[in-house]
């Protein structure tokens, strides 16, 4: 239920299938908090038998499981998505560090934000720690950034440019050289904070 590149996933599936076994990947989608509320979102791609069969298990511990088909799509379906939440990170932690330049009140920033259309749990929990320089992991930057260099591997093999997500991915790595692999993901405000 980790993420690892979509090459090893196969090969692992490839493996267990030809002694005759059955291969389901499931990644989740969610970090620490939502696991222990059993709100994680689990995408699954391998057996469909084999999916139904733990469907009950998935729900017990997340709040959906989805199956995509073939061995693989799950794990570029959770890629694909940590590629978003990296680049709106990113994206984030630059738009607070201009704001404390440009002399607005963080906290005000952050209640603009969850008044209009950035109103989402990113920005909620995220916000905070931003605001009060607390970077205790709910998801260590260092998995963050590892998971952008798996998506933009991917993209590079499927040929599709991703701009965006390669200059957060160098946020990512700047934070990881001033320290930061360690803290949360939204300790990538350091690399900007300065």
Do not use: W
């Not at 560090?97 to 008044?115: I, P």
């Not at 790595?173 to 001033?178: D, V």
């Amino acid at each position: 239920m980790s993420t690892i590149d979509v090459e090893t996933v196969q090969d692992v599936a490839e493996s267990i299938e030809s002694r005759g076994g059955r291969f389901l990947e499931a990644p989740v989608i969610g970090t620490r908090k939502p696991a222990e509320d059993g709100m994680l979102v689990i995408v699954a791609g391998g057996d469909r038998s084999l999916f139904d069969d733990c469907e009950s298990c998935f729900l017990a511990m997340g709040k959906k499981a989805f199956y995509l088909g073939e061995v693989g799509s799950g794990t570029r379906m959770k890629l694909v998505a940590n590629m978003v939440l990296g680049s709106v990170m990113a994206g984030y932690a630059e738009g607070m560090s201009l704001a404390e330049r440009a002399g607005l009140d963080l906290q005000t920033v952050l209640d603009v934000f969850k008044e209009g259309p950035l109103n989402c749990a990113a920005v909620r929990s995220k916000g905070d720690a931003i605001l009060h320089s607390r970077f205790e992991p709910s998801f260590p930057l260092k998995h963050q950034q590892k998971d952008m260099r798996l998506a933009l591997a991917l993209g590079d093999e499927l040929k599709q440019s991703l701009p965006v997500a390669a200059a957060a991915n160098e946020m990512f790595k700047r934070a990881i050289s001033l320290g930061n692999g360690d803290n949360d993901m939204s300790s990538v405000y350091r690399a900007t904070a300065l």
